[in-house]
T-cell receptor
Framework: EPEVTQTPSHQVTQMGQEVILRCVPISNHLYFYWYRQILGQKVEFLVSFYNNEISEKSEIFDDQFSVERPDGSNFTLKIRSTKLEDSAMYFC????????????FGSGTRLTVV | RKEVEQDPGPFNVPEGATVAFNCTYS??????FFWYRQDCRKEPKLLMS???SGNEDGRFTAQLNRASQYISLLIRDSKLSDSATYLCVVTTPSSSASKIIFGSGTRLSIRP
């Protein structure tokens, strides 16, 4: 069964450092997403990406965050200057089509900011 | 009113029982509806989409009531492996793509 792959599985970083979270979506999928889940809280939408540009972003996705699809297979989330409150599980997801279809999630990157 | 609201539970039921969850949504323009399950510290996994006519997948039945703006999930003959958090997901059209909203989840614990 096709998978969404995320690396690393766990990243520890110091406050103020930049981190890049990586995702390889399912190959024939066209829509890509980042979500986060702070421990014990709900899954929160960050951003959706289609046709090499951001199609939707939440209020959480401020100037500290950026996304890229640098080479046609990877989809990255960059956090420029991490804060303690950025500590969370970050999930990448992809879907073949928007809206109608469910999304396949990667297994997540646990980001710990110290 | 929250955009997507679920009873947090936990629901603690014996193996073999039937259990039902509801989820309400506030935006009448919402278009797509899903149930996901999430095991502790794992990613959400799609359980089933919810169609207007209602749909069934084995022991799981999902229903949509657009007039009252809720969806439901019924699990029959529950198994120990059904223990998880069940997430209601609703998408609504937005400026250029869907807005995807997760409920906070309902925790289900099946006891032997």
């Amino acid at each position: 069964e096709p998978e969404v792959t995320q690396t690393p599985s766990h990243q520890v970083t110091q406050m103020g450092q930049e981190v890049i979270l990586r995702c390889v979506p399912i190959s024939n999928h066209l829509y890509f997403y980042w979500y986060r889940q702070i421990l014990g809280q709900k899954v929160e939408f960050l951003v959706s990406f289609y046709n090499n540009e951001i199609s939707e972003k939440s209020e959480i996705f401020d100037d500290q965050f950026s996304v890229e699809r640098p080479d046609g297979s990877n989809f990255t989330l960059k956090i420029r200057s991490t804060k303690l409150e950025d500590s969370a599980m970050y999930f990448c997801a992809s879907s073949e089509r928007d809206r109608t279809y469910g999304y396949t999630f990667g297994s997540g990157t646990r980001l710990t900011v110290v | 009113r929250k955009e997507v609201e679920q009873d947090p539970g936990p629901f603690n039921v014996p193996e073999g029982a039937t259990v039902a969850f509801n989820c309400t949504y506030s935006n009448s323009a919402s278009q797509s509806f899903f149930w996901y399950r999430q095991d502790c510290r794992k990613e959400p996994k799609l359980l089933m989409s919810v169609y207007s006519s209602g749909n069934e997948d084995g022991r799981f039945t999902a229903q949509l009531n657009r007039a009252s703006q809720y969806i439901s999930l019924l699990i029959r003959d529950s198994k120990l492996s059904d223990s998880a958090t069940y997430l209601c997901v609703v998408t609504t059209p937005s400026s250029s793509a869907s807005k995807i909203i997760f409920g906070s989840g309902t925790r289900l614990s099946i006891r032997p």
